[in-house]
Nanobody, 118 residues
């Protein structure tokens, strides 16, 4: 069974940093566009960053300049470096492979909670 496992979340003060990791079993990320999503309480899940197989990246305006997505194809891991964190970044963060409609296409993992205190 394909499984996505996100890690690296935690509680951090505003202005702090975290690095999230996403690993998968029974599937390789190589060749896929990968993305990080987040879902805050009472809100819909939103896509915040993507990286394609060639390493090109895109970011939501809300995180541009603060977050960096990267990938290690050899280790089958996708990262999200988050700097200058704000309270509004508080959410559960998920990774997934992304289709042309910017939707996740693998069964969702548990996610990792990021809480930013003011």
């Amino acid at each position: 069974q394909v499984q996505l496992v996100e890690s690296g979340g935690g509680l951090v003060q505003a202005g702090g940093s975290l690095r999230l990791s996403c690993a998968a079993s029974r599937i390789t990320f190589r060749g896929a566009t990968m993305g990080w999503f987040r879902q805050a309480p009472g809100k819909q899940r939103e896509l915040v960053a993507t990286i394609d197989s060639g390493g090109s990246t895109n970011y939501a305006d809300s995180v541009k300049g603060r977050f960096t997505i990267s990938r290690d194809n050899d280790r089958n891991i996708v990262y999200l470096q988050m700097n200058s964190l704000k309270p509004e970044d508080t959410a559960v963060y998920y990774c997934n492979a992304v289709n042309g409609g910017q939707q996740g296409i693998i069964p969702w993992g548990q996610g990792t909670q990021v809480t930013v205190s003011s």
